[in-house]
């Protein structure tokens, strides 16, 4: 599926010729114009997954090494103590294996340490057009005289700060290809790349480092739009390289332009049939309204006096 967004974008967006594309990728010629003629955007083949026997005991190799590595030389044990002692806790594995996954472990870090470790960052500067950023978040809204919790999309082009705010009752993937396609439709075109954080309608799972396991239906989305996704690294600060600001808790700008929510079946039973041409409204006098009422009903308090039940 990557190797497929990426024939599609030098094709489509970057306007290269079939043998370009196929000396830069390695495929044949065939293959590249089998593709694009057929205009296929989710290849239907699957590689069948063949599961590792060390599989089970990699998070605790994983700890081992990087115990290891913070000490000195002398007092490291080697891999062939490693691999004894996994053997001791059930790994039938061959020692090649254990060394191919240190190996790797090692060059890992040692790419970590030479990027984000050093404290390079990816710069503020973007050109029109080059990205855009995606992201979600959570506020209340009074729908039908009920609080409801929602879950807002935020979609921002990088260059401009140009950005379109849409709100939905749930984050399925039914909910992000619609904000995508509402900003897409807004912003008159597609960005050449978006930036997201691992939420779990694009990224099934976070591996070491940059590895991560896409979901397959994100990437069709991407694929259908000719743009390149990156994802942050977890637990580095403002990755997405944007200089996020702060999202107000409940936005007196309306969230929405829609009378109701897009996708939910129960939108109009919420909204009542008189739901104005906004989701949103300042919802800070109704939550004090709201907690005031709380306590009175818990302490029976009725005109300023309280009574025990």
């Keep these: 599926m990557g190797l497929l967004n990426i024939i599609r974008r030098m094709a489509l967006r970057e306007k290269q010729s079939i043998r370009e594309i196929s000396r830069r990728t390695g495929l044949s010629r065939n293959t590249i114009t089998k593709y694009l003629n057929a205009g296929t955007i989710e290849p239907k083949f699957t590689i069948p997954e063949r599961p ?20 000195s030389r002398k007092q490291r044990r080697t891999l062939k103590q490693l691999h004894a002692d996994l053997v001791a806790l059930g790994f039938t594995g061959s020692y090649g294996r254990v060394a191919a ?18 404290g390079i960052f990816v710069p503020l500067f973007f050109r029109p ?21 929602l879950q807002v999309a935020h979609i921002k082009l990088s260059h401009s700060r140009a950005f379109l705010v849409r709100a939905y009752l749930l984050q399925t993937h039914e909910m992000l290809f619609d904000a995508h396609w509402h900003g897409f439709r807004v912003f008159g075109g597609v960005p050449g790349r978006g930036i ?8 099934d799972r976070v591996g070491r480092g940059k590895e991560r396991q896409v979901n397959i239906r994100f ?10 996704p990156e994802f942050c690294n977890p637990r580095r600060g ?35 049939t008189a739901l104005p041409g906004t989701v949103a409204r300042d919802c800070t006098q109704h939550v004090a309204r709201h907690d005031r009422r709380r306590l009175g009903r818990r302490t029976g308090r009725v005109d300023g006096t309280a009574s025990r039940f």
Excluded: I
């Design 52 to 71: 590792s026997k060390l599989d089970p005991f990699a998070d605790k190799l994983a700890g081992w090494l990087k115990t290891e590595a913070g000490k």
């Design 101 to 118: 996954f240190a190996r790797d472990w090692r060059a890992d870090r040692q790419r970590e340490q030479q990027t984000t470790g050093r």
């Design 129 to 149: 057009g080059e990205a855009f950023q995606f992201d979600w978040s959570e506020d209340y809204a009074v729908l039908g005289g009920e609080r409801t919790k």
């Design 196 to 203: 997201y954080d691992n939420m779990k309608t694009a990224v």
């Design 219 to 228: 990437l069709a989305m991407t694929n259908h739009y000719v743009f390149e």
């Design 238 to 272: 403002l990755g997405e390289g944007s200089g996020r600001e702060e999202r107000a808790r409940c936005p007196s700008t309306p969230v929405a332009t829609d009378a109701k929510l897009p996708g939910s079946g129960s939108a109009e039973r919420l909204a009542g």
